[in-house]
């Protein structure tokens, strides 16, 4: 496709379930991020993938968070034992890797309830 | 510290200039940017400068950077309706992450 996508577009689990989030980049894109969006503001940075570099883990805020890119493209995003604080809007995005302005294209997110 | 700082909230008149700030971290950051994110959509790339600029200008938009200060600027002129949306700042130091501000939310009263 043209663009990033993200599956599923929404997603409602219950307390203690895990859930999984798959971002799909744009082809060609070395890195990809993952953001946590809260109350339709503040992007909290979670991952960071960078070609076949080890990713950047420094934003993920428990070890219930999780995230691998297989064969550098696609992401899922596991969350285990979902809380009611994960609720919130997972956004995706890809870009190229290089010394120019290397815009990031982000996906349109999946919201993610925990009831 | 590694937070780029903006205001939160921002509300202006129709036709107005609005002002948004941000204040970022590191000096040898080499590329800067304005994303704007619209009510239910994604983040979409809106304007940027090289760090190598102190100015630059797009239509409605200029975005200024003070190197000194760390610190970045987007003015909107004649600020529309449209406009109503939320404003990230964001960092890029070679080929290191980008790392966005909190967003500021701009409202634009008719």
């Known amino acids: 496709g043209a663009g990033v996508s993200q599956s599923p577009s929404n997603k409602v689990t219950e307390k203690g379930k895990d859930v999984e989030l798959r971002c799909d980049p744009i082809?060609?894109?070395?890195?990809l991020y993952w953001y946590r969006q809260s109350l339709g503001q503040g992007l909290e940075f979670l991952i960071y993938?960078?070609?076949?570099?080890?990713?950047?883990k420094s934003g993920l805020p428990s070890d219930r968070f999780s995230a691998e890119r297989t064969g550098g493209s696609v992401s899922t995003l596991t969350i285990q034992r979902t809380q009611q604080e994960d609720s919130a809007v997972y956004l995706c995005?890809?870009?190229?890797?290089?010394?120019?302005?290397?815009?990031?294209?982000f996906g349109p997110g999946t919201r993610l309830t925990v009831l | 510290g590694e937070d780029v700082e903006q205001s939160l909230f921002l509300s202006v008149r129709e036709g107005d200039s609005s002002v948004i700030n941000c204040t970022y971290t590191d000096s040898s950051s080499t590329y800067l940017y304005w994303y704007k994110q619209e009510p239910g959509a994604g983040l979409q790339l809106l304007t940027y400068i090289f760090s190598n600029m102190d100015m630059k200008q797009d239509q409605r938009l200029t975005v200024l950077l003070n190197k000194k200060d760390k610190h970045l600027s987007l003015r909107i002129a004649d600020t529309q309706t449209g406009d109503s949306a939320i404003y990230f700042c964001?960092?890029?130091?070679?080929?290191?992450?980008?790392?966005f501000g909190t967003g500021t939310k701009l409202q634009v009263i008719p």
């Open positions: 993938f960078q070609g076949n570099s080890a990713p950047d």
């Open positions: 995005a890809s870009s190229q890797t290089g010394p120019d302005r290397n815009e990031q294209f």
């Open positions: 082809s060609g894109h070395t890195a």
């Open positions: 964001a960092e890029r130091r070679g080929y290191q992450k980008v790392t």
